[in-house]
DNA sequence: GTCTATAGTATGATAGAC
DNA sequence: GTCTATCATACTATAGAC
């Protein structure tokens, strides 16, 4: 069994610092700390702060992708497999009242601090939106699938960030439901 | 006519800084910059930063305090009203596409950041949801008047955080207009 | 109330030994 | 590949003149 890479320890300890403390507010030497390194060898790593973001991003980018292709997988219905993509919001409750969604979250700090590497960030979103609007086609929405997309990505952002700053278990599962209830009804629509 | 204060003039920019470029990744510097004093004069009126910080989520919350209170003035029915809440997005879309929800933007922030402002920051929110709440309830909805009304907090912020990623108007007129509807659809269920 | 000057610290980044 | 210096810069904050 090999080892993982001191890179691959930065780019996992940078992910999970840049969700809980945000980037900018992120060190090198917290980094460093996290990964029992010195900040000397961080630089044999990555040259820039900026090159740690984007390999950061890319791994996120990379696990959302296997995520998605996992469920397609599973051989469910599509409403199966976007009623998957609601119920992250139940499975990592923990973290998202914690921290928010860490894309949503990303994406607004990035903007803020008018960083290059916002675009790229924002094309975490593209994956899901695209992967979204391809399940609601398959269910026959051909039409207006990219915006029932938008409206489930929409619906998760608001859960997230209320969850934050209220942090109710309930409140949560009230609103997963809703939107469960709001995908019935669009499959239903369809069905007729 | 008096000329406004520099604390007052402090206090508005550091607002508007730390609104488009965060509260963390804005300097004194910055502030003393746009009101154009130095940063000595500065510290003359905040002691630290978390003093301006506190002054600008108590402007912020009296402001919004005066809105929600005019609204209520203004002699409109409990739906109308809500329905005013609703359309700030619509009214407002171009600087949330730039910037995101002032309240929820800043709330992730500080709870990024473990700052000891972040209760008073949710604190907006919570006159937001009372506000919202009191609403539902002059339309009937006394049981479920709270759940009503962090539905429609959490569509607006699903709606700011989606915005700011695609910057898309259309988006931002559908995801109101569905909200609106849905609003339509509590308040003919009260009805009936 | 406003300014200049400056202290003290943390940060991003580099150079060079091992 | 990893380390120990070290630099330059930006930041929060203070002291003291006007």
Redesign the interface.
């Known amino acids: 069994m090999t080892e993982k890479s001191t890179r691959d320890n930065i780019v996992e300890a940078a992910h999970q610092l840049f969700y809980?403390?945000?980037f900018?507010?992120t060190s090198f030497a917290d980094i460093a700390d996290a990964v029992n390194i010195s900040r000397g060898n961080f630089y044999y790593h990555f040259k820039t702060k900026d090159d740690i973001l984007k390999a950061v991003i890319d791994q996120r980018m990379a696990a959302t992708r296997d995520m998605l292709d996992a469920w397609e997988k599973e051989g469910n219905t599509p409403k199966e497999r976007i009623r998957c993509f609601i119920e992250i919001m139940i499975n990592n409750r923990a973290k998202i009242k914690?921290?928010?969604c860490p894309v949503?979250?990303l994406?607004?700090?990035l903007?803020?601090?008018?960083h290059p590497a916002l675009g790229e960030a924002?094309e975490i979103?593209t994956v899901f939106r695209d992967w979204l609007r391809r399940q609601f086609e398959q269910m026959g929405r051909t039409k207006d699938a990219d915006?029932l997309a938008?409206?489930v990505?929409?619906?998760?952002?608001?859960?997230a960030?209320?969850a934050?700053?209220?942090r109710d278990d309930k409140?949560i599962k009230?609103?997963v439901e809703?939107l469960g209830d709001w995908l019935d009804a669009v499959a239903s629509e369809t069905d007729a």
């Not at 903007?111 to 008018?114: D, S, V």
């Not at 990505?153 to 859960?159: D, N, P």
């Open positions: 809980e403390k945000g900018d507010h914690k921290h928010g949503g979250t994406t607004s700090e903007a803020k601090l008018g924002n979103f915006e938008l409206h990505l929409a619906g998760s952002q608001g859960i960030t209320l934050s700053a209220f409140f009230r609103e809703a």
